[in-house]
């Protein structure tokens, strides 16, 4: 990181992130968060449940210059230039491991709005309850705007039988 600035504070049971901001290439960024039980996030091998909150701002965010590692963009073809502007998420999550790989985890979206510089209308207030489990996605009362469309989203994604691959759809 050529530029950031930070405040780290630890107690017995938690690690919180407040005002970590700068640049990273042509992308500036600002999070706070809390790492609950952090000392769950150092075990060798994670076993058990780990709980996050995460609040990050960014005015501009380059996808494609966060997500290229050793010469390969990470991202869809469609999505390799997408930028977002006037980034704010708000979110917390509760993780559980088994045997160093991730069981399932609950992610509770408080806040998402930004604009897509591929897509014309932006994003407000998003929010919402998504959950994962094997191969299951579960969208609950996942709702916001977009552009002048309130959207609410309630359902189920299976990833292992795209034949299948959704069902109850609101």
């Known amino acids: 990181f050529p530029s950031h600035d930070m405040d780290l504070f630890i107690n017995e049971q938690d690690l919180s992130l407040k005002e970590f901001k700068g640049f990273v290439d042509h992308s500036d960024f600002h999070l706070s968060g809390m790492f609950r039980r952090y000392d769950f996030w150092f075990q060798p091998q994670l076993e058990g449940t780990g709980e996050v909150q995460i609040n990050f701002l960014s005015n501009r965010l380059v996808l494609k210059e966060l997500l290229h590692y050793a010469g390969y963009n990470h991202l869809p073809e469609q999505h390799r230039s997408e930028e977002v502007s006037k980034l704010n998420l708000r979110c ?79």
């Open 92 to 170: 917390h999550a509760e993780t559980t491991f088994q045997k160093g790989k991730l069981d399932k985890a609950k992610i509770q979206l408080d806040a998402l709005s930004g604009k897509l510089k591929s897509f014309s209308q932006g994003l407000h207030h998003f929010s919402g309850l998504l959950s994962f489990e094997q191969d299951l996605v579960t969208f609950n009362h996942v709702n916001g705007s977009l552009g002048n469309s309130d959207v609410e989203m309630n359902g189920h994604y299976h990833f292992s039988n795209p034949k299948y691959s959704y069902r109850d759809w609101e």
